[in-house]
Structures are given as C-alpha cells and as structure tokens.
T-cell receptor
Framework: DAGVIQSPRHEVTEMGQEVTLRCKPI?????LFWYRQTMMRGLELLIY????????DSGMPEDRFSAKMPNASFSTLKIQPSEPRDSAVYFC?????????????FGPGTRLTVL | KNEVEQSPQNLTAQEGEFITINCSYS?????LHWLQQHPGGGIVSLFM???GKKKHGRLIATINIQEKHSSLHITASHPRDSAVYIC???????????FGKGTRLSVIA
C-alpha cells in the first residue's frame, strides 16, 4: 500500500509565483483533507472533500488559495499569487467514509518556502 | 481559547522514565486521536479512541469522556520516542481533525 502521496516534497518559490501542490489519496478512501502546519498556529484545516465534493473550505485563508478534486484519486491545492506568509508545511490526509470512527492517514507533506 | 489544549508544551525525560502527556478538549467529540510527528516531519496516527483505554507496545492512551480529558503514557521511554505528540479530536462523523498545539518530547540517554 503506497499510502497518501504528495508532490512535490519541497518547493521554494518567489513571492508572486503560482504554486500547485498535489495529493493522491489512498485508493478507496472517500474523504480528503488539506491541512497546513506553521510554527505559530500548529496544524489547521484548509479544506476537505467527501466523494470529490468540497464540504468545508472555511479554513482557506483567502481568495489566493483554491483546491480541486477532479476525481477520487487526485487533488490539487493552488496558491496564486504566493506570499512569504504562505510558507508552511502542507499536509494532505485521506480517510474512509464509513461510520464515525475513521482514522486519517497523512501524506509526507510539502514544505513550501516563499521568498 | 483553543478547543484542544495539551500539556506540557515541552518535556525532557531520562531514558527509562514513565511519561504522561495530557489533553483536554472543550467540545463534544466522536473520537480522539493521538498523533506522532518525528523531526523529519511525517505524521503517524498512534491511537484513535472514543472510550476507555488502548495499548500498543509501550504506549497507552486513555480517555475520560465525562471529564473531556485524555492522556498518553509512554512506559520505559527511549531516545527514539523523541518526537512531537499531537492530540486531535473529531467532532462528529467523518469531519476534519481539530488539533492541539503538540507536546515536544525529548528523551535523553
């Protein structure tokens, strides 16, 4: 089992550039979550999908952030234009949907640095 | 006020010591998770529990639903246990996790 796959693992870009982070959830999982981790705020939800449909995007900081899930095996998180304060580790996680007691499986994260 | 509070924030222990990390939450939950994050950054799920106690090797997690409190215990601690331990709760069903700020544990040989 490959687990949750994220790419790239590291991204360094300049302010104003577009950044696209990618995630492949575990096959068969119906829920996908994007989290962001910073030193100041810890881990926070950005957005999550159930069956490819965005359910809650209240954690998305502003219009510069957008996320899509075109099919059950792929999701993207895009930042355009990027700013230095977006520097963080972005985690994708997936979870089976059945029942209430679902573990979440985390990808390795993408460490983003915006200069 | 954060919905999930952990204590202590930082903890240094000698190898072999018994360690306890505490987590309190202020909302109704369907499950509580304990996660481990090593210096390399990856996050691993240690436990998911909604009542009672679970044990895995030297790790024990307990939860008291009435008191909205959970503890993570490590027996016979070892330097390889050094990591950040994060408590997270799930409010209902398949909703996202709400995280505590984490406890940074260092175990010294």
């Amino acid at each position: 089992d490959a687990g949750v796959i994220q790419s790239p693992r590291h991204e360094v870009t300049e302010m104003g550039q577009e950044v696209t982070l990618r995630c492949k959830p575990i096959s068969g999982h119906n829920s996908l979550f994007w989290y962001r981790q910073t030193m100041m705020r810890g881990l926070e939800l950005l957005i999550y999908f159930n069956n490819n449909v965005p359910i809650d995007d209240s954690g998305m900081p502003e219009d510069r952030f957008s996320a899509k899930m075109p099919n059950a095996s792929f999701s993207t998180l895009k930042i355009q234009p990027s700013e230095p304060r977006d520097s963080a580790v972005y985690f994708c996680a997936s979870s089976p949907q059945a029942g209430s007691y679902n573990e979440q499986f985390f990808g390795p994260g993408t460490r983003l640095t915006v200069l | 006020k954060n919905e999930v509070e952990q204590s202590p924030q930082n903890l240094t222990a000698q190898e072999g010591e018994f360690i306890t990390i505490n987590c309190s939450y202020s909302v109704g939950i369907s499950a509580l998770h304990w996660l481990q994050q090593h210096p390399g950054g990856g996050i691993v799920s240690l436990f998911m529990l909604s009542s009672g106690k679970k044990k895995h090797g030297r790790l024990i997690a307990t939860i008291n639903i009435q008191e909205k409190h959970s503890s993570l215990h490590i027996t016979a601690s070892h330097p390889r246990d050094s990591a950040v331990y994060i408590c997270a709760v799930r409010k209902s069903g398949n909703t996202p996790l709400v995280f505590g700020k984490g406890t940074r544990l260092s175990v010294i040989a």
